[in-house]
Every structure is written in structure tokens, then in C-alpha cells.
């Protein structure tokens, strides 16, 4: 069954079918970077737009700035979008997605405090 799920004004199409099943090994979830980004935890590490990054487990949303991550088992966290601010009409015009998932999907909410949750990225297989 394939559903939207949406914090704010983003909306992730989330899925809980056979053919999906929950990422457990470390490499299983690759994403492929759309622009250039740095890391949420240490900017200096900072990804270049065409590179790809294995063992990435989860998609994680800040509840209060509607912000999202994805972030790798033990390592860091990545912007999901990406805003542009128009400085002559004070406003967000764009929002930009930074990275594309290559074998695995959104599933459902693993895990949910005070500031944030995690939904589960479930790897595609055939």
C-alpha cells in the first residue's frame, strides 16, 4: 500500500509492501546527491552533488522547523531539501530536494520524541 506522508509542506510517498523490507544492513540504502551539501553534525564534511553514500537507515524530520535528514547508520546526517530565500520578497521560493534514494524507500515512523521523529527506509528488492 503506497501513502503520503506530510510534515508541513513536505510530503514523502511512503510505502509498506512485500517488496519492501526495512533496511538492516549497513550498506543496503544508497543515495545519490542532487546538489552540493555538508553535513547537519560537521559541515566540513561535505558532499559533492553526483556522489553516492551507502548505509543510509533513516529519514529524520524536525517537529518544530519541519527541517529533514537522512542520515547514515553511525555516521552523519544530511539535509533532505534544501530552502532558497528570496531576500526582495522575504520569502521561501524554492524548495529543493539534495539527494534521491537509489535502492530503498520511505516507510513508516520508527521512532518519535519531543524534537524530532524517524520514519524506516525499507530497501527495494526484486
Not at 552523519?76 to 524554492?94: A, E
Request: overall charge negative.
Amino acid at each position: 500500500m503506497l501513502k503520503w506522508l506530510c510534515v508541513g509542506m513536505i510530503c514523502i510517498l511512503s510505502t509498506t509492501n512485500t517488496w519492501a523490507k526495512r533496511v538492516e544492513d549497513d550498506d543496503a540504502c544508497q543515495i545519490v546527491f542532487l546538489q552540493d551539501v555538508a553535513a547537519m553534525e560537521e559541515p566540513s564534511n561535505f558532499m559533492a552533488k553526483g556522489s553516492t553514500l551507502g548505509g543510509v537507515t533513516t529519514l529524520r524530520v524536525d517537529k518544530e522547523t519541519h527541517n529533514s535528514y537522512v542520515c547514515q547508520h553511525g555516521g552523519n546526517c544530511y539535509p533532505y531539501r534544501i530552502s532558497v530565500w528570496n531576500n526582495d520578497t522575504k520569502m521561501v521560493t524554492k524548495n529543493i530536494p539534495t539527494v534521491r534514494f537509489l535502492n530503498c524507500v520511505v516507510g513508516d515512523i520508527s521512532f518519535q520524541d519531543d524534537t524530532s521523529f524517524d520514519y524506516v527506509l525499507r530497501e527495494i528488492y526484486s
